[in-house]
T-cell receptor
């Protein structure tokens, strides 16, 4: 039979507002986390990363927060722009040598 | 610095055929990983190559294989193609091996369609 597509969570945000995208990771042994942005027809693009010895890291208009207690990661985008519309993936990895990706969140920016 | 380059961008094959996809990593990157991306399964890890050796393999049948050359370029081969192999195949490179706390950088993928 036909496979059912993953139902991507969608976040709709007004242009200029801040966006918060959340991710629950699965492996408590993971010690390195990455956020990727994937636009239609392109491969995932690296945005920002964070190591497990940190709980916050800032980039240009983006901030990643890590809560190891509840295994939660978030990506905050300040002053969201139409060009931010994409699917955002979190990824976790560690000494176990594999990278596991979340299912992704679709961000829609309303002009 | 040029990014990860994958060729071809699009490919149409029929069931039972085989296909070879190519990936040129970022200059200086020694690890190359391959992923399959489908609407139904998301991003699935196929395998990783480092210094011409396969270091890790995902849960895919033996029809999926790969190799890496001394210049770090990598190829992926799928034999006896099935309809379910239709997907976007992504290559990612990083400076060092997976698990070494360095980000992977992705190419734009090869869109494989099986008729």
């Amino acid at each position: 039979g036909e496979s059912v597509g993953l139902h991507l969570p969608t976040l709709s945000v007004q242009e200029g507002d801040n966006s918060i995208i959340n991710c629950a990771y699965s492996n408590s042994a993971s010690d390195y986390f990455i956020w990727y942005k994937q636009e239609s027809g392109k491969g995932p693009q690296f945005i920002i990363d964070i190591r497990s010895n940190m709980d916050k890291r800032q980039g240009q208009r983006v901030t990643v927060l890590l809560n190891k207690t509840v295994k939660h990661l978030s990506l905050q985008i300040a002053a969201t722009q139409p060009g931010d519309s994409a699917v955002y993936f979190c990824a976790e990895t560690g000494g176990y040598q594999k990278v596991t990706f979340g299912i992704g969140t679709k961000l829609q920016v309303i002009p | 610095k040029a990014g990860v380059t994958q060729t071809p961008r699009y490919l149409i094959k029929t069931r039972g055929q085989q296909v070879t996809l190519s990936c040129s990593p970022i200059s200086g990157h020694r690890s190359v990983s391959w992923y399959q991306q489908t609407p139904g399964q998301g991003l699935q890890f196929l395998f990783e190559y480092f210094s011409e050796t396969q270091r890790n393999k995902g849960n895919f049948p033996g029809r999926f294989s790969g190799r890496q050359f001394s210049n770090s370029r990598s190829e992926m081969n799928v034999s006896t193609l099935e309809l379910g192999d239709s997907a976007l195949y992504l290559c990612a490179s990083s400076l060092n091996v997976l698990g070494s706390n360095q980000p992977q950088h992705f190419g734009d993928g090869t869109r494989l369609s099986i008729l």
